[in-house]
């Protein structure tokens, strides 16, 4: 059996690791949620995320001169942001939103046809691509509580209808940028179906902005 002092010697080894590896798990997780998964999708256009902190919105709102921030969260329709990873909630989004003069807007129908009818378009991808059509609404900010999974799907209706893209290119920038088969819920492969279904209304013909470009993991550059 291990002596007393051995005992001792593991508990103060586990102790001193502990010491070593806290501090970086702290900043990365301050960072993480600072800008929680901040991607450039469209240079000057559009942009995505997770919820960020109130500081992360800040900054990018000021940073990329955002004029519309899109929440898809139906079940957080203004969510009261701290400041910085674990803080308390000090600002609705929407309040920061109009003190930084953007323009807040929820979308709170689900991005997936009810139920789940391919051939339906769901309400929420109409006032997407209405949203869309507003030249006064650049540069937008999209987000979702993650910024993977409702978010990924309304960037790649995005990319199929502005940059032309394929589904398969849309898709594969979905996976690239954190859509998987462990974070994605039990629907993923209807989502797949539905971003393969899906049929972009020639917007890109029109000469969209950014037309055939990307700048985000996954795609055609």
């Known amino acids: 059996m291990p002596t007393r002092r051995l005992v001792l010697q593991y508990a103060l080894g586990a102790c001193a690791a502990a010491v070593a590896v806290a501090p970086p798990l702290v900043l990365y997780r301050a960072q993480y949620i600072h800008a929680k998964r901040f991607r450039e999708v469209d240079p000057g256009r559009l942009y995505r995320s997770g919820q960020m902190t109130a500081n992360g ?9 955002i004029k519309t921030v899109v929440n898809l969260q139906h079940e957080q329709p203004d969510p009261l942001l701290p400041d910085a990873w674990m803080g308390k ?12 003069g953007a323009r807040y807007v929820l ?9 789940n ?9 109409k006032q997407w691509l209405e949203l869309l059509e507003k030249e006064s609404n650049y540069p937008i900010l999209l ?9 990924g799907r309304l960037t790649a209706i995005y990319r199929m209808e502005y940059h032309g ?3 398969g290119e849309a898709l594969r920038e979905l996976r690239a940028n954190g859509y998987g088969f462990v974070a994605a819920s039990e629907r993923d492969d209807f989502v797949v179906q539905f971003v393969q279904n899906y049929k972009p209304k020639g917007r890109h013909a029109r000469g969209a902005p ?6 985000a993991e996954g795609g055609r550059r």
């Open 57 to 65: 919105f800040r900054e990018a709102i000021e940073t990329y001169r």
């Open 89 to 100: 909630g000090k600002v609705l989004e929407s309040e920061l939103c109009e003190r930084l």
């Open 107 to 115: 979308l709170t129908p689900d991005v997936l046809p009810p139920g």
């Open 117 to 125: 009818k391919l051939d339906d378009e769901p309400p929420a991808v």
């Open 143 to 151: 987000h979702c509580k993650a910024g993977l999974h409702r978010t």
């Open 165 to 167: 893209w394929s589904a």
């Open 210 to 215: 950014g037309a055939g470009t990307a700048t």
